[in-house]
């Protein structure tokens, strides 16, 4: 009987060893021919030595392994190590996906290995590509992923002071003034000119928390002590523990009439 | 937005609707009951019939309420409100009543003036139309100001208990355990892997963990603690992340041991040290170097912890860790406490704290 070939992908080292280890006890057929640090070397490497047992941890930097076991999807046996992602766990019991929970316990990697050795007999069952198990892991991809796309607006300011580059949350922005071609940025700790425009700045920052109220000044709304009315259909903002007053043109009054 | 609601002003739509909000049926009740009143006081000696009189003292009590509401309804006055608003009502008082008079002579001012009679009855009128209309007002001022007196009191309150909250909040918040379960049992997992190898790195690594859980549980009693008990954990921390992603992570601590009595929130550098393994160095399949640092520079002392890892993206939500952090060192040292980000050449994060030294 020819050897069963494996790959594992796991950023941690000893966890690599460990699952190596215990695999060559419990199945000394097995042969792991790669071992991967992280998803696109384990994607590199499966393409390359086209292992019949992959074992994805699915936190890994770069490409997660959820995102590295969509290319292989029917073309191996994929079982995912995860640590604690319940989440996860949940959504490989819908896709009816083998998994094991790191820490795992020998007797439950038996049962795992006894599982790929059955649908691993001859005539090998094709994992034929369930979509089932495919819509699973691309929603399960999007989730791992969604933390990092589901934040749309800027969040930091990147501000050059002297030689250094300030991080500034918005939060703590007050409001922001165009300065010809640059943006005065005005907050908590100081002021400092960005290369953005205010053109820019009104598309990426959040619509609930700032609003333009100026062709040239967009103001932090959480920051407004009081609107006054001024004359000729104007209007002007004056800030909380501040001493700057804000112009606000007419094409942005309608922001602050009464609702 | 919600900003502009508290904050609206007052344009044409805006006037009418606080025009007739402040015309409650109370203060046109009042009007109607005042020209009742005055309309009887004046019948015995006056020769019109009681229903032209009331007609004529319900003119003016309307007319003068409307004029009361309307200056009411100015935003922003030369003079106090209440002033314009009793001028209002001391201008509109002979106005209104010589509208009346006007009306009932046909517009004729010579009738008006040249007849004794109708010349008193307007004085008299004009009169009890200005001295009821200035009572009226004083009282309605009076309990507006009353009113306002009330509202500001409530939201006092109102803040109070909002601030009493977020200050309850933060220490809660300090409270709840500190370990998230992914990281203990991933670092199990490799005790486990150590253990079973029979590697003798396995008691020191456990010591390791043993040092970390103790000091981020939760703890009641003990106060804050010194920088050097704060390097001690960190160190923990990083041996421990050092085991897991060996060929990823460097660091190297450089605190000034003189410093080590500074006293600090709990876990104030540990939560900089954690953010910089979680966004910078994890998500970075190079992995790189976390250095931290205390020096004193005068009356304060300089805190830092660095990375080369990813670095922060624009559009990257910061993470609740920070937060709580600014929170806490606010709530310790007020603006004396500063905490600084900055981008590091060609990526990662340094940030800075500035604390005030007198705790040494």
Request: proline share 5%; glycine share 8%; net charge neutral.
């Amino acid at each position: 009987m020819s050897a069963i070939t494996a790959l594992i992908a796991d950023d941690e080292p000893l966890l690599r060893e460990h699952l190596a280890a215990h695999l060559a006890r419990l199945w000394p057929q097995l042969r792991v021919v790669a071992e991967a640090r992280n998803g696109r070397e384990a994607v590199e490497l499966f393409e390359d030595r086209q292992p019949q047992v992959v074992f994805l941890d699915v936190h890994m930097p770069g490409l997660s392994g959820v995102d590295a076991a969509r290319s292989m999807v029917g073309r191996t046996q994929i079982v995912f190590v995860t640590a604690y992602e319940q989440y996860a766990v949940t959504a490989f019991e819908q896709g009816a996906i083998d998994y094991l929970v790191k820490p795992f316990d020998e007797a439950r990697l038996g049962e795992t290995v006894q599982r790929l050795q059955q649908r691993l007999q001859p005539p090998v069952l094709a994992t034929a590509v369930d979509g089932a198990t495919e819509a699973v892991l691309e929603r399960l991809a999007g989730e791992l992923r969604g933390r990092a796309e589901a934040r749309r607006w800027l969040q930091w300011i990147k501000a050059s002071v002297g030689t250094t580059v300030r991080l500034i949350p918005v939060e703590q922005v007050v409001f922001l003034r165009s300065d010809e071609k640059y943006t005065l940025v005005v907050w908590d700790g100081g002021e400092a000119l960005i290369r953005k425009t205010i053109r820019e700045l009104a598309d990426e920052l959040d619509p609930e928390r700032f609003a333009q109220i100026h062709r040239s000044v967009i103001v932090n709304l959480a920051r407004i002590a009081q609107v006054s009315r001024g004359v000729n259909e104007t209007a002007d903002v004056h800030l909380n523990g501040r001493s700057e007053v804000l112009p606000v043109s007419r094409s942005y009054l309608h922001l602050f009439r009464q609702m | 937005m919600q900003a502009t609601s508290l904050t609206a002003d007052p344009t044409r739509p805006g006037f009418w609707r606080g025009f007739f909000s402040a015309l409650t049926g109370k203060s046109v009740g009042w009007a109607i009951g005042l020209a009742v009143v005055a309309a009887l006081m004046i019948a015995p000696i006056f020769v019109p019939p009681l229903p032209v009189l009331f007609g004529r003292t319900l003119f003016i009590a309307i007319v003068l309420l409307l004029a009361y509401t309307a200056a009411g309804q100015w935003r922003s006055p030369p003079l106090p409100r209440w002033v314009v608003q009793l001028a209002a009502i001391g201008l509109t008082a002979p106005i209104a009543t010589l509208a009346v008079y006007l009306v009932s002579t046909g517009g004729d001012f010579h009738e008006l003036f040249g007849n004794p009679a109708r010349v008193t009855g307007f004085i008299m009128i004009g009169g009890a139309a200005l001295v009821f209309g200035m009572v009226l007002a004083l009282g309605g001022l009076y309990r507006e100001r009353d009113a306002q007196a009330n509202a500001q009191a409530l939201q006092f309150a109102l803040e109070r208990e909002t601030l009493q909250r977020q200050a309850a909040d933060a220490q809660l918040k300090v409270l709840q355990s500190q370990v998230e379960p992914h990281f203990l049992f991933n670092t199990l997992a490799n005790v486990q892997a150590l253990v079973e190898s029979g590697s003798a790195r396995a008691a020191p690594v456990l010591g390791s963990l043993i040092a970390y859980l103790r000091a981020a549980m939760p703890q009641l009693h003990q106060g804050a603690p010194t920088l050097g008990q704060e390097e001690a954990l960190v160190r923990s921390y990083l041996e421990l992340m050092q085991m897991r992603m060996p060929d990823r992570l460097a660091f190297a601590l450089a605190i000034d041991p003189a410093l080590r009595g500074v006293r600090l929130p709990p876990t104030t550098l540990l939560t900089l040290v954690e953010n910089a393994v979680r966004h910078g160095i994890d998500p970075s399949e190079a992995g790189g170097r976390i250095d931290i640092g205390a020096r004193r520079n005068g009356a304060s002392v300089t805190l830092w912890v660095q990375d080369s890892g990813r670095g922060i993206d624009e559009a990257q939500a910061p993470g609740t860790g920070l937060a709580n952090l600014r929170e806490r060192l606010a709530a310790t040292y007020g603006n004396r406490a500063v905490l600084t980000l900055l981008g590091v050449d060609p990526h990662g994060v340094r940030v800075e704290i500035t604390l005030p030294a007198d705790q040494a």
